[in-house]
């Protein structure tokens, strides 16, 4: 079991598999918002959903607007259960996650890529500012 | 971050949910941008007002927010999609999503302005800090009137309203609104299109909070305003410095990196439609309009987005009436970015003055553009 600290932005816990990109995602123009699934054929996420995954991603990117696309996919059900941003969290995220209750942390010296892979089932405790890892 | 006891309160619930969520996005944005505490506001500017721009998510999400709650703040609204005062043929779902989302912020007491030029139009604070979510708002207030403001998003300017309060980071610190980076002049800038493709370029080249600009010694209202909204429309920089500092890096805005900012937003060689507007004309610019054109009619249909205000103020009645005479038709509480008034199906082309309209255009409207300044488009298309 590995733990690792990270930084709160905002608060909850979260327990699930992760779905790990080092491609940053553009809320309003790749996600398809209804069904959760990443859209944008060039991202090597392409096909998957988002619903009831960790999401481990560097930071949204594009209008500030996106940050109601988190909205949209908490409304619609299919919302990931937490983020973990590995470069330093963006307002895009920050804000989308804020109106949406979606637990989100950054960690800048996660070299995720190194040590999960998709489907890796972790705990996210963001108030106490820790990422449980139970298989590495 | 350091908490008073008040906001604690608010955070955890206290005086209800739409200041518990007001509070949660500022902390959440606070801690991302490495904030210590939060700072008092006098004024907010809301953006996300067109149908078109934050689309259903955002008129649920508004339409979901505790309305015992209002602002604490004076607050003004950016443009939304239309003008409604006049026959359009858009569809029922819009005009009545529209209506929702002016709804959701006239109940929280946010003053329905449609404009996204406070600083022509009120009154603004003489100093201090406020949070301006419109880019060429935000930009012209740091720069040009020297009254803070981070480069808000609708969704945090809306959470500043509620609380009066932002979180301290960037552009409210003093130290960081010194640039580190300038650009060195390095060809003549005259017209407001050439003001604006300079903004455009040092927006979409410099990723800091703000940039320095070198040789400028003096800007009027039109040029100034036209270098906020290009340099707010491409990138993160939320403030523009044409004093002198020496220590800054330099950049070159040459001929070359003038014309090529310039075919990237100049894809037509001429327009079906004339476009004045983003950032909506002000006194002065319809003033300048009315001037030039003389007694000349426009030759193409001729759309002009201007603040009701401004459009019915006494202050403008000649000059409103002159345009109109010349063929200009007003468009009152919108603007052209994002708007579902000038669409593909109607217009190949448009011409512009502005790099805001012309860059929205070619992105979100599909449609090229002719870019001319004010006084050419006029040569070009009165008579």
Known sequence: MIEIKCRKIVGGKAKGQVLITTQPLNMLSMIDNVSGVIKDEKHELFKKTLKNKILIF??????????????????????PLAIICTHKCDTITASGCAISDIPLVDNLNFKTEL??????????????????INKV | ????????????????????????????????????????????????????????????????????????VTTTLNPMGYDSRLDNDLSANFKEKQRDI?????????????????????????????????????????????????????????????????????LLIDEMRKPRIKIKLETKVESETDYGLLGYFAGKTINENSVGIEKIKDLNLMNGKALSAGLGTSGMCGMFSIKNH???????????????????????????????????????????????????????????????????????REIILKLQKAGAEIICDACTCLTPLITRDNYDSIVTNSIKCAYYMKKSNKIDVALKDMRTIVTEYCE
């Open chain 2, 1 to 72: 971050m350091d908490l008073t006891k008040e906001e604690e309160n608010a955070l955890n619930g206290k005086y209800g949910s739409g200041l518990e969520k007001a509070y949660k996005i500022l902390e959440a944005i606070g801690k991302a941008n490495n904030a210590t505490k939060f700072i008092p506001i006098k004024w907010a500017h809301i953006s996300g007002v067109n149908f078109n721009t934050i689309g259903e998510a955002g008129v649920k999400f508004l339409k979901d927010l505790d309305k015992n709650t209002s602002v604490s």
């Open chain 1, 115 to 132: 040590m999960i892979e998709n489907g890796t089932e972790i705990f996210l405790d963001a108030d106490n500012e820790k990422i449980v």
């Open chain 2, 246 to 316: 020496n220590n800054a890096e330099l950049i070159s805005f040459g001929k070359e990196e003038m014309n090529k900012t310039r075919e990237e937003l100049d894809t037509a060689e001429k327009g079906e439609l004339i476009v004045f507007g983003s950032p909506q004309l002000g006194h002065t610019e319809l003033d300048n309009l009315s001037k030039i054109t003389k007694d000349k009619t426009f030759k193409k249909k001729c759309m002009i987005f201007c603040p009701r205000i401004v459009s019915e103020s006494v202050r403008n």
């Open chain 2, 102 to 170: 002016i709804n959701s912020y006239t109940q929280l007491g946010v003053n329905p302005t449609f404009t996204c030029i406070p600083y022509e139009i009120f009154d603004l604070p003489k100093e201090g800090n406020v949070s301006f979510a419109e880019s060429n708002a935000a930009v012209f207030s740091n720069s040009i009137l020297g009254i803070k403001t981070n480069k808000e998003s609708a969704i945090s300017a809306l959470a500043s309203a509620l609380t009066g309060k932002v979180p301290y980071s960037d």
């Open chain 1, 58 to 79: 560097p930071n949204s990117v594009g209008s500030s607007v996106g940050a109601y696309a988190f909205y949209s996919l908490k409304v619609n059900g299919v919302n």
